[in-house]
């Protein structure tokens, strides 16, 4: 008889260590998926945002101007991707925009015509453009960086 009662309650006993560690498994197993989720995809955001601002900081010029232009156009896209604010996605795309506009205006005879700054130094149009588009890259970044730090 004691025997009969120690074997069914060894039985239950094992029967609800087994159902819960099941429940433990498939519990904890689904939040650890979320933790390496969650890491990979600040990992690839992390990556992405380097390899944009890298971009966006050299003006996206380098030796090859037709292949550099492709390569920050590849990188932009793949940071538009992971980029939560969308307007931040779309102000990277209106800059890309703005270079091209003035990779064309750079060669035209318009962009060498000297003005006079508010400090009276003599800068060329194409000059105070690109002034602008630096200016406007560093605050991208900045963005960027605000962005990451946040997650």
């Not at 102000?91 to 009276?120: M, P, Q, W």
């Amino acid at each position: 008889m004691w025997g009969e009662i120690l074997v069914a309650l060894v039985g239950g006993v094992s029967i609800g260590a087994i159902i819960e560690r099941i429940i433990d498994v498939a519990w904890l197993g689904r939040i650890q998926e979320r933790r390496e989720r969650k890491k990979w995809l600040l990992d690839k955001r992390h990556e992405s945002f380097v390899r944009i601002s890298q971009q966006l900081l050299s003006l996206g010029l380098g030796e090859d101007r037709q292949k550099d232009s492709w390569e920050l156009l590849h990188v932009s896209a793949e940071a538009r991707l992971v980029i939560e604010d969308k307007s931040l996605a779309d102000r990277i795309h209106r800059f890309i925009g703005d270079l091209h506009r003035y990779d064309s205006y750079s060669k035209t005879e318009d962009a060498s015509v000297k003005i006079t700054t508010v400090d009276g130094q003599p800068v060329s149009k194409g000059d105070m453009q690109i002034i602008s588009l630096e200016k406007e890259a560093r605050l991208i970044v900045d963005e960027l960086s605000k962005e990451i730090l946040t997650q």
